[in-house]
């Protein structure tokens, strides 16, 4: 699997948009992106994941460079319950639902 | 629509004793499940996934194992706990592995002591 680089912990003001970047450099062709979150003490939740072309759901928005060396979790409107560890894990198609993930970056969403 | 059940929430046992960690499913059929462990401020260790009843992959060695009774049922024991199996078990499922979207319980905090 490839790996994910994100930064450990971003700020972000109530009601901003929060943009959480996801480095993966050595992303080969198959594999998709996913997000993940995880709110202190819960279980992680699916957010959103793509291959090639940009996604938008009711939760956030996913942008995924042309070379898709990158990418970037969009929450448009960023509220205080958004306020989590957010993972971004690659995978290859037909994994049987096997995710790796890694450590994450903590965003705060101040009011 | 699909629910998805851990218990305890919590557990205390001392070094040695033994572990049973239990997951159902309701409303769905055959599905995938899985073991993970998250240390504190750490990523989630995946630990074991099934894809069927009696039917367990194991991803990390350790005292831990894992079983399938029924199509629904996934559970999580030790004969021998160690101090370091202290951590939060997550069980989770999916329909479709393709996906790769997976449905987590609220897990459980086990503290060795």
């Known amino acids: 699997d490839a790996k994910t680089t994100q930064p450990t912990s971003m700020d972000c003001a109530e009601g901003r948009a929060a943009n959480l970047p996801c480095n993966h450099s050595?992303?080969?062709?198959?594999?998709?992106v996913y997000w993940y979150r995880q709110i202190h003490s819960q279980g992680p939740q699916y957010i959103i994941h793509?291959?090639?072309n940009n996604e938008t759901n009711e939760m956030a928005s996913l942008i995924i460079t042309e070379d898709r060396k990158s990418s970037t979790l969009i929450l448009p409107h960023a509220t205080l319950r958004d306020t989590a560890v957010y993972y971004c894990?690659?995978?290859?198609?037909?994994?049987?639902?096997?995710?790796?993930f890694g450590q994450g970056t903590e965003l705060s969403v101040k009011p | 629509s699909q629910t998805i059940h851990q218990w305890p929430a919590t557990l205390v046992q001392p070094v040695g004793s033994p572990l049973s960690l239990e997951c159902t499913v309701e409303?769905?059929?055959?599905?995938?499940l899985y073991w993970y462990r998250q240390a504190a401020g750490r990523g989630l260790q995946l630990l074991f996934y099934?894809?069927?009843?009696?039917?367990i992959s194991s991803e990390v060695p350790q005292n831990l194992s894992a079983s399938r009774p029924q199509d629904r049922q996934f559970i999580l024991s030790s004969k021998k706990l160690l101090l370091s199996d202290s951590s939060f078990y997550l069980c989770?499922?999916?329909?479709?592995?393709?996906?790769?979207?997976?449905?987590f319980g609220e897990g459980s905090r086990l503290t060795v002591l």
């Open positions: 989770a499922w999916s329909v479709d592995p393709n996906t790769g979207e997976l449905f």
């Open positions: 050595t992303i080969s062709g198959n594999e998709y």
């Open positions: 793509g291959l090639k």
């Open positions: 894990i690659v995978r290859f198609y037909n994994q049987g639902g096997k995710l790796i």
């Open positions: 409303g769905t059929s055959n599905p995938n």
């Open positions: 099934s894809v069927g009843i009696g039917q």
